[in-house]
């Protein structure tokens, strides 16, 4: 439901302060377990949410969109067609603290 969606960005709004992220000067797995639902919300219709007043939210998301991290995660790619070569993603056998993105370590 909408409405519920907005109440939830409206109090992440409230929650925000000077800090770029949630709990301080970096990224918390708070922060990158909320984005990508509050991305794709905002995603739905980029001209209703560049409309509202989710100033604090809206700039918190930028800054994501922006970031090494989620430029690191987010590869765009042609969309595939029937006929094209297979697409490979990249795959990593690494677990544990060494397979954190170096802004989380």
């Known amino acids: ?3 519920i969606a907005v109440i939830f960005i409206i109090e992440l709004n409230i929650q925000r302060d000077v800090k ?8 918390s797995f708070s922060d990158l ?3 990508p ?4 919300f905002a995603h739905k ?8 007043s989710f100033c604090y939210v809206q700039n918190w998301l930028d800054a994501f969109k922006a ?3 989620f430029k690191s995660i987010m590869t ?11 697409i490979l993603f990249p795959y990593s056998q690494k677990t544990g603290p060494d397979a954190l993105h170096p802004d989380l370590a």
Request: no cysteine.
């Open 1 to 3: 439901n909408i409405y």
């Open 45 to 52: 219709d980029l001209d209703w949410w560049s409309a509202q």
């Open 76 to 86: 765009k790619y042609i969309p595939w067609k029937a006929g094209d070569d297979a």
């Open 33 to 35: 377990a909320i984005l």
């Open 20 to 27: 770029p992220w949630f709990y301080g000067d970096q990224p």
């Open 37 to 40: 639902f509050v991305r794709q």
């Open 67 to 69: 970031s090494d991290l």
